[in-house]
């Protein structure tokens, strides 16, 4: 009998070391993590420029800004509007051209870039885009494209093209075939859409949003908009405000790492630095 009262309290005695195992593991206290100090959000915040003007240029008032280039020492405009549409190289102290092609009326120029010594520009709703000699400016080629055109530029490999909407196209210059589709968007995913004009400056895509005085810088792997510059101080600076209309016009001086700004029907171009705020 003592035997197996023995047993019994043995048995007790391990169910309740047992228990009071589980119950030490079960309510272990849990590690306090800190969000803002975890590394995946670390690069959240998106950087923020604005331009410091260094010098201040004429720009034709008449010239409804499409696309602007910095080439081998040389500016480069493409205009818009049906009638006045135009490709331009500019005389940079004047803002008026040494040499101009005038599209016919039914076209509405829109962005240029330059791809292998070629300057290549679209149209808004045509579906076509020109191909020129980069020095005497004469047509040689024409491509087409399934959406609006915008704003156009390169990254040495694909010809990068916005249709106004939240997405770049990236095309294979040889046959104007799709190569990859990409949506911009800011850091907390909210999309950006009125893409216009673009220019591909040290691995990122600069694009003016239509309507607005922002200039982005978008990351062409993930669509990710990594900074954005507020070119808004720039109209106070303008010789002539009466006409102009939004900022437009991006093109990248890579000897000096300066940029030339400029808009739609603006009176001046500017030289900037970009200065993190």
Not at 129 to 152: A, M, R, V
Not at 165 to 186: A, C, E, G, Q
Not at 235 to 260: Q, S
């Amino acid at each position: 009998m003592n035997k197996l009262i023995q047993i019994f309290i043995l048995i007790f005695l391990m169910i309740s070391l047992s228990s009071c195992s589980k119950t030490d593991i079960n309510f272990k206290p849990a590690v306090k993590t800190n969000i803002s100090e975890n590394p995946v959000n670390g690069d959240k915040q998106t950087k923020k420029y604005f331009p410091k003007i260094l010098k201040k240029f004429p720009h034709n008032p008449s010239s409804y800004t499409q696309g602007l280039i910095f080439h081998n020492g040389d500016l480069y405009e493409g205009t818009g509007q049906y009638g006045s549409s135009k490709l331009m190289k500019i005389n940079l102290k004047t803002g008026y051209p040494l040499k101009s092609l005038d599209l016919l009326p039914v076209y509405f120029g829109e962005g240029i870039t330059i791809f292998n010594n070629k300057i290549y520009q679209l149209t808004w709703q045509s579906n076509k885009g020109f191909i020129y000699d980069i020095n005497s400016l004469k047509k040689i080629g024409e491509f087409t494209y399934p959406t609006e055109g915008w704003g156009i530029t390169n990254d040495s490999t694909s010809l990068i093209v916005s249709d106004g909407s939240n997405f770049l196209n990236f095309y294979d210059p040889i046959n104007f075939s799709v190569i990859k589709t990409i949506m911009v968007v800011r850091k907390d995913d909210t999309p950006v859409y009125n893409l216009n004009e673009l220019e591909f400056i040290n691995g990122m895509v600069f694009a003016n949003v239509y309507m607005t005085n922002e200039i982005i810088v978008i990351n062409p792997n993930t669509g990710v908009i990594e900074a954005s510059i507020d070119v808004s101080e720039l109209r106070y600076h303008l010789d002539d405000i009466a006409d102009a209309e939004v900022a437009n016009g991006i093109a990248y001086n890579d000897k000096t790492n300066t940029y030339f700004l400029t808009g739609k029907y603006w009176s001046n171009l500017f030289e900037v630095k970009l200065i993190e705020e």
